[in-house]
């Protein structure tokens, strides 16, 4: 054995043949390149390199829209490592802000990353839209949504926020990642869910959409700042007190986390790093 011939012909050199047969070089030095992704309006795809079991990953939620002056909430930053298996295949949706406009404006939306059969691994909820008379809301690091100021409840377990239709006519709220926010008043522009696309709520009667991710939209009679879209999603707030929806919520199943709500301004955007990688099974023999 002391003179055996690896696969590359080298008498005593180290490179083996992986499962697929390909000549390998357990020793060298591969540069793993981070991708970010800041598209607006469609589901990536990104397939985990060759030999790589464990990403870096970090999340950002994106800004509600502003109004009067008044700034949208910020969107959530999640981060951590994620085991993973070289070829898998993640999806990555990215939440867009909502538009500046005045009275009320829309929710963020919320930043995803999940596995292809749509098992969430890490998620940054969208901060919520300005009014005239009031800031929105941060993407908050819990679970949960914000509550849209006790009308609105927020959405719990990955699901989307409550409208405010316990508040008169109230508005929708905002879409979380198993279910779009519920639209049961008249002032709707509810959110949708990752698994239904993640789109922004509509506008309603004049009034501002929501950022994809699954932001609510409002209605221009002043209906309160549209929620904040995430893992769960924001609650609705009543119409026409000036106040603004609650923040989307995040999920991380990493290990080293860093999460901090509130952090990021304007667009979403999601950044993959390879950290790990790994000799392929072989029996080398004799």
């Excluded at 609510?216 to 009679?221: D, E, Y």
């Amino acid at each position: 054995c002391a003179y055996k011939f690896d696969c590359m012909g080298i008498c005593g050199g180290v490179f083996i043949e992986d499962a697929c047969d390909n000549c390998y070089d357990p020793n060298a030095i591969i540069e793993l390149d981070q991708v970010t992704y800041n598209h607006l309006g469609i589901i990536d795809n990104y397939i985990v390199p060759e030999n790589v079991t464990s990403l870096f990953i970090e999340v950002y939620g994106a800004q509600g829209g502003g109004s009067c002056g008044n700034e949208g909430g910020y969107g959530a930053m999640m981060s951590g490592e994620i085991e993973v298996v070289p070829g898998q295949e993640l999806q990555i949706l990215v939440g867009g802000q909502a538009p500046n406009i005045d009275n009320a404006a829309g929710g963020g939306g919320g930043s995803f990353v999940a596995s292809l059969d749509n098992t969430p691994l890490i998620i940054a909820g969208g901060g919520s839209g300005a009014t005239c008379s009031s800031e929105g809301n941060p993407g908050l690091i819990t679970e949960n949504g914000g509550d849209g100021d006790s009308c609105g409840n927020a959405g719990t377990s990955g699901n989307g926020g409550g409208d405010a239709s316990n508040c008169s006519c109230g508005a929708g709220g905002a879409g979380g990642f198993y279910t779009d926010g519920s639209n049961g008043g008249c002032y709707g522009g509810y959110g949708t869910a990752f698994v239904n696309g993640g789109f922004g709520g509509a506008e309603v009667s004049g009034g501002a959409i929501g950022g994809f991710g699954g932001g609510a939209g409002t209605h221009n009679n002043n209906t309160g700042g549209g929620a904040g879209g995430g893992y769960s999603g924001g609650g609705a707030p009543y119409h026409g007190n000036g106040y603004s929806g609650g923040g989307g919520g995040s999920y991380n199943i990493g290990i080293n986390q860093v999460n901090q709500e509130g952090q990021n301004q304007g667009d979403g955007y999601v950044t993959i790093t390879p950290i790990g990688q790994t000799e392929p099974e072989c029996d080398l023999g004799c």
